[in-house]
């Protein structure tokens, strides 16, 4: 237990120190009282200590206040969230202090702060925290500092509630994603799906022969059994496959607006994992170029986007290279299902003959699409005005950047990869439009 001194105790000291300076006035101008001062110090510095004394004693016997802490289950990193302490009204003090042990990458909570008992049985005092990064938040105790009866002196009091609780990449995303869904659905409503026969269709029920079905539809042996001609119905295979291959190396530790490029291509992955069971399809990720290995095989499902939340929030982008071959001979071992692949990275013009490779691997087995991450600050120097010699050079060099990334999004696309560019805040929304797109076209 730690004491500290009330303002009250401040101003009672301030006044015995003054008084200390009667003795030596009356020692210079009333010798004859000299002793009457010295009394009438000490007897102050008694009276002051035995103040002091009973204000602790008695403030030691008071209970400590109950106290719980409310929490969601888990944070959504650089989102706003509600802390609630809630207290025992009647075993509150008139006014205490209270210092709630939140992770320390928040400093805006407003605490400490100060608690008054409610007119109610339970005092209720709410804060906002905002993580910064994914993770984990821990959360010590709950701290009160509480004055004793002479407000003369503070004691501090801990109530136990220490607790860890995960912070997951931005759930906002999903929310969004489910309205970008619909609006894309809504607005093609009137499009149909590619009808398609072998891969991507399933069997579906069988039927009398109706006028424009192909030959190959008819069931020959149920036809004898009937004497007539029955067809085979197909519906549209929806179990599709989509593997989202995540870079996790340092291409993507810059930070971006608040979070890193990881975290932003990590929402991208979560917004198409979650559209993707929406449409019945199996989203998986894989993580590269990372020192934690990270596997998630697809899976259908709410199962599928919680074991994907659980699996990826703790992750952080590392140091190592992007290395786009080692990835793909690393998929092809682990998955071997016709997927849609995408590659979330941030590719530069000197990884051509890493990219041709991963193309060349996986570009036969599965429909790859690769999502480059355009940096804000390169999309702003691209629209930028010559002002001065310095912003030309740098014009000037991100133009001849920007040519040679071009080319090479123009050789892979060639190569039979998808291209889709965008800033990291965007990728979120146009991998989910590509996404949809594809369905509706009947390519997946």
Known sequence: MMLRAAPRLIRLT???????????????????????????????????????????????????????????????????????????????????????????????????????????????????????????APFGDIELWIPGPLGLVWQRRRVAASISVPVYPDFSMLTGGALLAHQDNHLDGGSRLQQRRGEGMEFHQLREYRDGDALRQIDWKASARRHTLISREYQEDQNQHIIMLLDGGARLAMPVNGLTGFDHALNAALLLSWSAIKHSDKPGIMLFSNDTERWLPPQRGQQGINRLLSGLYTLQPGNRASDYSSA?????????????????SRIQPDDEQELMSAVKLLGSRHLLMIADIQLPAQENLRQSEVSSLDTAFKI?????????????????????????????????????????ALKRSGRL
């Open 396 to 436: 000037s060099a991100d133009a001849a950047w920007q040519n040679a990334r071009d080319a090479l999004h123009t050789r892979l696309r060639h190569a039979g990869a998808m291209l889709v560019t965008s800033t990291p805040e965007q990728l979120p929304a146009r991998l989910n439009q590509v996404y949809l």
């Open 14 to 136: 301030l006044i015995l120190v003054a008084l200390s300076g009667l003795p030596l006035l009356a020692r210079i101008w009333l010798p004859e009282h000299q002793v009457s001062a010295d009394g009438l110090w000490l007897a102050a510095l008694l009276l002051w200590g035995l103040l002091v004394l009973f204000d602790i004693i008695r403030g030691l016997s008071t209970p400590t206040p109950n106290a719980t802490r409310l929490l969601p289950a888990a944070f959504s990193v650089q989102r706003k969230h509600s802390i609630r302490l809630q207290f025992v009204s009647k075993e509150l003090p008139p006014l205490a202090e209270l210092a709630d042990h939140h992770p320390a990458d928040d400093e805006n909570t407003g605490l400490p702060a100060q608690l008054r008992p409610g007119d109610g049985t339970v005092t209720e005092f709410c804060y906002q925290y905002r993580p910064a990064q994914r993770g984990h």
């Open 328 to 344: 793909a001979r690393k998929l092809l071992g682990r998955w071997h299902k016709h997927a849609l692949l995408v590659l979330i």
